[in-house]
């Protein structure tokens, strides 16, 4: 008898150790849905933004609380990137643009940034963002129109274009323009 308490003890033992493993499991998972839950509700507080879907949204393109200021510099760097390349007076552009919307140096936002402008974001970073900014332009925390920042992209847009000044901005660069244009201004008004 005394071997069957022994199996017995250890197969306690092997079942103890499961069900802690489990509320591990467990108690780590909500902890990630209340981090998850609470970085939406500060990008929300950033944003103005109030949908709970455009904010899962904006995590599952990898925003985040700290990087969520750079969602209206995303059609600025769609256009730097619309040949293929960002260039010197584009990236310098840029970066002031960030710098005056309050994005530090170092920070997390600039440092994505500096990656943006590395390496070009996927097409479903662009298409997404232009629906999230327009959403986001109708907020009073914007602290930015569909106007302005139209008139960012055209500048990136003619910082590196042209020679002798002619054909600065490149067919391409106007398609996207224009494209944008209409998704900011006819969603957001001005």
């Known amino acids: ?95 002031a643009l960030a710098r005056a919307r309050g994005i530090a140096e170092g920070g997390a936002a600039d440092r994505q940034l500096a990656g943006w402008l590395d390496e070009r974001p996927s097409e479903q970073v662009f298409a997404s963002a232009a629906r999230l900014i327009s959403a986001m332009l109708a907020t009073p925390q914007a602290g930015l129109s569909a106007d302005d920042l139209v008139k960012h992209c055209e500048s990136i847009a003619t910082a590196s274009g042209g020679v002798f000044g002619l054909n600065r901005v490149s067919a391409e660069e106007r398609r996207i323009l224009t494209s944008l244009a209409e998704a900011l201004k006819g969603r957001a008004g001005p």
């Not at 033992?13 to 970085?39: C, I, W």
């Open 1 to 95: 008898m005394p071997d069957h308490d022994i199996f017995a003890e250890r197969g306690r033992s092997f079942e103890e150790e499961y069900f802690r493993k489990k509320d591990r499991e467990l108690l780590e998972r909500m902890r990630q849905a209340a981090a998850a839950a609470q970085a939406r509700a500060d990008m929300g507080a950033r944003t103005g933004l109030t949908d709970p879907q455009l904010l899962e949204e904006l995590q599952a393109l990898g925003f985040t609380p700290e990087t969520v200021a750079l969602l209206p510099l995303v059609p600025v760097v769609q256009v730097a990137w619309a040949e293929g390349g960002v260039t010197v007076a584009e990236r310098t552009l840029i970066i």
